[in-house]
């Protein structure tokens, strides 16, 4: 999965009306891959494209990193920030950002798209509504519910005496086996081998 920049339009937006108030467009992220993908934060204003600018802290730190029941691994620690602050952005070129947003009412779910045109950073003419596409939430749902009660039934499985003192160790042998197995094996093989491993699992 190729990388993405974050966008906010501060500038109207041609949307349909009850679903979100002017307000909550204009603090709404979507994402766009039509500038620098490189996770940066944008924003179109009515004086044109910025980008937020960040220095960080030069480092060379490194710092270990303990997991339970893991040896030590050593990590690159978190850079410090030095300085952000907003620039203008020259980029010249159509703009398309979008969003998957959940639940825009009771009954559905909405993906969405817009698109702008800009030269030299500056917004050309007004930001168009590309998509709309409105989809029952239904089916969302009623698989989160469903995922939920499997969860829910795995986890009280698990802490059943069976599992617990023979189950786990029966899977960890059988992951063991079947890693083993799908090194050496084509992809073909490790489709197969991943569906034979689950039938075994307990």
């Known amino acids: 999965m190729g990388m993405f920049d974050e966008i906010q339009c501060k500038v109207p937006l041609p949307t349909k009306k009850g679903l979100k108030t002017a307000a909550e467009w204009k603090g709404y992220t979507f994402q766009t891959k039509d500038l620098d993908n490189f996770l940066g934060h944008y924003e179109i204003r009515k004086s044109g494209l910025w980008v937020k600018e960040i220095k960080y802290k030069p480092t060379t730190k490194e710092t270990p990193r303990k997991k339970k029941g893991a040896g030590k691994r050593w990590c690159?620690?978190?850079?410090?920030?030095?300085?952000?602050?907003?620039?203008?952005?020259?980029?010249?070129?159509?703009?398309?950002?979008y969003d998957f947003v959940y639940d825009v009412d009771e009954t559905h779910d909405l993906s969405i798209e817009f698109g702008g045109h800009f030269d030299k950073g500056k917004l050309q003419d007004k930001i168009e509504l590309l998509k709309w596409e409105e989809e029952s939430s239904a089916g969302r749902k009623a698989n989160i519910k469903?995922?939920?009660?499997?969860?829910?039934?795995?986890k009280e499985y698990e802490k059943k005496w069976r599992y617990k003192n023979f189950g786990k160790y029966w899977n960890m042998l059988v992951g063991w086996t079947f890693r083993g197995i799908r090194r050496v094996r084509e992809w073909e093989g490790k489709l197969v081998s991943w569906k034979i491993e689950n039938k075994l699992k307990f």
């Open 76 to 97: 690159f620690a978190p850079l410090d920030i030095e300085s952000e602050k907003w620039v203008k952005d020259n980029f010249t070129g159509y703009v398309r950002f």
């Open 146 to 154: 469903k995922w939920a009660k499997e969860t829910k039934a795995r």
